[in-house]
């Protein structure tokens, strides 16, 4: 598709296309209607790989018609060898496939930083895409479309109709022409080529602002724009339980309605609605184990928020979002309590009620997103052992709502943006004032593109503002992120008893993006209090960083290679009280053969730091040198068998542990409508200081560490089938087994110590026993024979299954039948370390919990 790349040199392409009052071409691939005869022609496609700025070696003929009601594009393909095309017939938005494809671009908003993107193969398989910021591709925007493909002597063809109420654009006056940005693109599967119509080169860092242009004979009106889809489901659980829990229901059967409702304020403005919204076919998130101190961050997959999310898009660079959707419909917060012999039944998730959003952008280059999304209060129903039910209440009725503007200057060479966001939780209940009744964040953007378009300079500003009882706001204080209670934080004024917390952060980088030789540089600011927690995803504050960065890029093909790019970063890092935090140097070497095999080698060394994540809260941990890196090769993606592995490892000194990862893949296409891989992956982890817990004796913290030894392995399996553009399967499964066993605990003496040995006391048999009745270690610190804290066995041993298996049938254009198959098996006990072998074998027996879905939507446009 469109890369962050593309020419120096500004478009001057046109192409005129002719407005048309009669029958529209019929969409067949034939191109045999008449009017495609009197249309006018974009030839002379330009590669952009693996020759930049040299002519397509295959011909490509495109010719634009339109009507008041659609846009009709037809595409011819020669190629000289038809026999040869790759034709695979792929699940939509599927480019991965290596396949033939071409399609079209449209700039409608002509603002040079927005397209929508229609692309097929020659099965007549749909990706469509839309593009924000000039370069960043959106695939989960899904419209609704027509495309009618051949493949004949000449080599295929291509014929859509795409109606106008699926594109976005400013102005409705039929006065004057029409006037939109255009890009052809063709991908030739065989040979790796990759072409445009307007030159597309590498080394700039554009793409929408290199677009030609389309234009008309006159402007169109907006269409009407209501689109209806309701929507019906079945749903079959079957789960072992225990048959005293009166919760239970080994086949518990269920049903639900709703809608999603889109309608078109104007021809640019869009709003988006569902009521009752079901996420019942998203692919289950993989599994982890995560033994570090930042939550991990799993990626949107509801239909509702991802389509049209770059709107919205706020990045706290490297790692977070001023708007992190998952956080709407999230797990209960809250666990119930359950006497002894009682049982709980809590909710998975929130549920939404009804959620809307306004998107889009006007004539005069303001862009808009605004949503807001209504979560019902979640009730857990608790039995006592005499089987009274009560209700409580886990996660609160809370409003989110999400404000984002934009307005672009100088032909989208220029910006500013505005995000603000709110979190407001009913707490009326006691039970929950665990939580903030209030969060909200503020913040503005900018982008400033100078010097001939070769450099460009970005930032934001960030602020942050929670409300809640002291308790609450005192818990967020002490989380992860913000560790207020560190004993060495000299430059945090840590009120317990504050009933608000407050913070703001920026970032300001400045880049050459034209030329073979690119650089950067960067500074960014969190202060301790940032918090955008609530709505949005964050892992740490109280930092001030800088990065410098050079790249070269050299995309002359030489006589082994098409392509090699190096990437290098130096990234020091402070807290607020001058503690160095990180430092380290990276450089990363990628290329690409003329055999279309890849390979990428990265290589990063951590300079000696002191971490004030490591210990939850306790002082800073000075840690070693260490050096990770990672190495991965693949063969042409484009073969029916292909290969690819990475390897991953840490290495530290001082002897402070490793870490190896092998991760393999094998990709089969035994037909043209079938794609099937396995990824086994294998970690074999060692860190002898490993975090266990904090115990507190007579009121002094003592820092219990150990070490790990931990192996993980996993076999991560997909299979799709397609048998038509409308009708396909899809299957993913991942078998997940993960323990490790500590030995040599210590507790952290010296954190600050010059040496890594020196940091900890191993606690010796005199100090430390352990118990196999009760399954915990008795700790005696003096030693003076009396116990001062006992401890749970920390070993692990988690085994874990989730699958499911997806059967889309669009039946009619817009309107989609879902057959849906989840199983998950989840187990894991105390083991003295991990058997792949045996601990698979356990994992398949363990009872599933299966859940059968059917949900059927239709289309409405009335």
Do not use: C
């Amino acid at each position: 598709m469109l890369s962050a790349q593309s020419s120096v040199a500004e478009p001057s392409k046109v192409l005129r296309a002719i407005h048309t009052a009669g029958a529209a071409p019929k969409i067949d691939g034939l191109l045999d209607d008449l009017i495609w005869k009197n249309a006018a022609a974009a030839t002379d496609f330009v590669q952009r790989e693996p020759n930049p700025g040299k002519g397509a070696s295959h011909r490509t003929i495109a010719r634009i018609v339109y009507d008041d009601d659609a846009v009709y594009v037809a595409l011819r393909m020669i190629d000289d060898r038809p026999g040869e095309i790759i034709s695979r017939l792929t699940r939509r938005d599927d480019v991965s496939s290596g396949a033939d494809r071409a399609g079209v671009y449209f700039d409608s908003y002509m603002d040079r930083r927005t397209a929508f993107g229609f692309l097929t193969t020659p099965r007549g398989a749909q990706v469509d895409v839309q593009i924000s910021e000039d370069t960043r591709e959106d695939f989960t925007w899904d419209a609704v479309w027509e495309v009618g493909t051949r493949v004949d002597s000449l080599g295929w063809t291509a014929e859509f109709r795409i109606p106008l109420s699926q594109l976005r654009y400013a102005g409705s006056s039929k006065a004057g022409p029409l006037s939109w940005g255009l890009q052809f693109v063709r991908e030739h599967g065989r040979t790796g080529e990759i072409s445009f119509w307007s030159p597309f080169l590498p080394n700039t860092g554009r793409a929408v602002s290199l677009f030609g242009e389309l234009r008309g004979d006159r402007r169109v009106d907006a269409p009407r724009r209501l689109e209806v889809l309701p929507y019906t489901l079945a749903k079959l659980t079957r789960e072992p339980g225990v048959t005293a829990n009166p919760f239970y229901t080994r086949n518990a059967t269920g049903a639900s309605v709703g809608a999603d409702i889109k309608y078109g304020i104007t021809s640019n403005l869009t709003l988006t609605a569902t009521i009752n919204p079901d996420f019942g076919q998203v692919e289950a998130d993989p599994s982890v184990v995560n033994l570090g101190s930042f939550e991990t961050f799993y990626p949107e997959k509801r239909p509702f928020f991802t389509e049209g999310s770059d709107i919205f898009r706020w990045a706290l660079a490297p790692e977070g979002s001023a708007f992190y959707s998952r956080r709407i419909g999230r797990a209960p917060q809250r666990s119930p309590s359950v006497a002894a012999g009682g049982f709980a039944d809590t909710p998975p998730s929130a549920r939404i009620v009804a959620a809307a959003k306004l998107s889009g952008k006007t004539g005069n280059g303001w862009g808009v997103g605004v949503l807001h999304a209504l979560t019902e209060e979640a009730i857990a129903e608790v039995a006592d052992a005499q089987g009274v039910i009560t209700g409580q209440p886990v996660e609160p009725r809370t409003n989110y709502s999400v404000v984002r503007l934009t307005r672009d200057f100088r032909n989208g060479r220029s910006g500013l943006g505005f995000i603000g966001t709110s979190t407001v939780r009913d707490l009326s209940d006691a039970r929950l004032e665990f939580l903030r009744d209030h969060a909200f964040t503020s913040g503005l953007n900018w982008f400033h593109r100078f010097g001939n378009n070769q450099y460009q300079s970005t930032g934001w500003l960030v602020a942050s503002a929670l409300q809640g009882d002291f308790n609450a706001i005192n818990a967020v204080k002490r989380n992860s992120v913000h560790r207020f209670q560190r004993p060495d934080a000299y430059h945090i004024d840590f009120d317990s008893t504050a009933a608000s917390m407050y913070g703001w952060g920026g970032e300001s980088t400045t880049r050459k993006i034209a030329g073979s030789k690119v650089w950067a540089a960067a500074i960014g600011i969190r202060s301790p209090g940032l918090d955008v927690n609530d709505i949005g995803f964050q892992s740490y504050a109280d930092v001030v960083y800088t990065r410098a960065n050079f790249g070269y890029r050299n995309f002359k093909p030489s006589t082994m290679l098409r392509s090699w790019t190096f990437d290098s970063n130096w990234i020091p890092a402070w807290s607020f009280g001058g503690e160095l935090i990180r430092n380290t140097l990276d450089a990363t070497i990628a290329g690409t053969a003329k055999n279309l095999s890849t390979g990428t080698l990265s290589l990063q060394t951590w300079f000696p730091a002191s971490t004030p994540w490591d210990l939850r809260g306790g002082p800073g941990l000075k840690l070693p040198m260490y050096a990770d890196w990672s190495l991965s090769l693949a063969t042409n993606s484009r073969q029916r068998v292909s290969f690819d592995i990475t390897n991953n490892g840490i290495w530290f000194n001082e002897g402070a542990g490793y870490s190896f990862a092998l991760l393999p893949r094998i990709t089969v296409r035994p037909s043209a409508a079938t794609t099937i891989s396995l990824a086994p992956r294998g970690v074999w982890n060692r860190n002898q200081a490993q975090f266990i817990r904090t115990s507190t004796v007579a009121g002094t913290p003592h820092y219990i560490m150990g070490d790990l030894h931990q192996t993980t392995g996993a076999l991560v399996t997909r299979a799709s089938i397609a048998m038509s553009p409308t009708l396909a399967f899809d299957f993913y499964a991942q078998p997940f087994v993960s323990g490790g066993t500590y030995r040599s605990i210590k507790e952290v003496t010296a954190p600050g110590a010059p040496t890594y040995a020196g940091r900890y006391t191993t606690f010796g048999p005199n100090r430390i026993s352990f118990d196999p009745a009760s399954n915990r270690y008795s700790v005696d610190l003096q030693p003076d024979g009396i116990v001062d804290f006992t401890m749970p066995n920390p070993n692990f041993n988690v085994r874990q299954l989730r699958s499911n298996a997806v059967m889309r049938w669009e039946y009619r254009q817009g309107s989609t039948l879902y057959l849906v198959w989840t199983q998950a098996r989840d187990d894991g006990r105390l083991n003295n370390g991990v058997s792949l072998n045996r601990d698979f074998d356990r994992l398949f027996s363990v009872p599933p919990r299966n859940i059968l879905l059917l949900k059927v939507s239709y289309w409405l446009t009335p």
